[in-house]
């Protein structure tokens, strides 16, 4: 059965040049003090929150990976409902200002799963699908 009503434009979030430069500075020297200092800075920015889940994760660290992904994740829901998104909808992938709710989004499936919470990690992989297959596949 073919949907026959349109779907809703994509959200595109504000790109946030000074966040941005600050996660690639906290790339550079890769400790998680650095993406500390970020989300510090720029509590509002998804990708802070991502960088932290991610090397969470890959410290063995899943319950501070989940904190750390479920806040940046909140943080996004509020940044896409401030630029029109209506609970659902693309949230595409090649639009880089997305990428840290979509990584955070990513993370938090993970860690959910790490922890036991089957049934949120399947619903934010769901998620994360919906919003953009392309993130789904970029990010397994």
Known sequence: MQNLLPEPPATLLPADEEADKALAEAAER????????????????????????????????????????????????????????????PVPWSHAPNQGFLRCLHSLSIAAAEIGEADEAARCAQFLRDSDPAAADALS
């Open 30 to 89: 890769g400790t998680a003090d650095a993406y500390k200092a970020v989300a510090a800075a720029h509590p509002a920015y998804s990708g802070g929150w991502a960088a932290l889940a991610a090397d969470a994760l890959a410290a063995g660290e899943p319950v501070t990976a989940y904190a750390y992904a479920r806040t940046g994740y909140h943080r996004g829901l509020d940044a896409l409902r401030r630029n029109g998104w209506k609970g659902h909808g």
